[in-house]
C-alpha cells in the first residue's frame, strides 16, 4: 500500500514509520534487507541500499547516482519524486542528517530498526487453542 495514503487514514500519526512494503510510487520499502526497491510493474529493477545512507552526503550521492543513470528518461517521471519522498519519510533527513544545514551522522542499521520497532502495528487480537493431554 502506498505509505503516504496509509499513514492518511490513521487517526494518530505519532510515532508511524514506514514499514515492510510500504510504497511510494514504484518504490518498495524492503524492511527485511533494509533497501528500497524500484519495482514498476511488481518486477525488481533496482535497488538501494539504505545501510549506506549514513550522512546528508551519502543521501546526496544515492540520489544523483541514480538520478545519473537516467532512469528517468526511461521510465515514469516521478521516479526522482518518488525516491525522495521515500527516503524523506524513512529518515526524516531535516531532523536526522541536515538539522539547520549542519551535517549529522548516523548509524544506519540501528536507526532503520529502531523505527521498524516503533512503527510497528499493535498486535492483533488472536485466540490460541492448546490440546491438553488426557491423563490415560
Known sequence: MDYRTRVKTLPDTAGLYPQHGDQWGDWQFNAQSLTLEYRPDGVWRYEVDLERIRSSASMLDCIFQINGHQFHKQWPSNLMQDLVDALDDIFYPQANLCSFG????????????????????????RIEFRVLSQGR
Do not use: V
Open 102 to 125: 549542519q551535517d549529522s551522522r548516523i548509524k544506519p542499521t540501528e536507526f532503520l530498526l529502531s523505527r521498524i520497532k516503533l512503527g510497528a502495528h499493535p498486535p492483533t487480537r
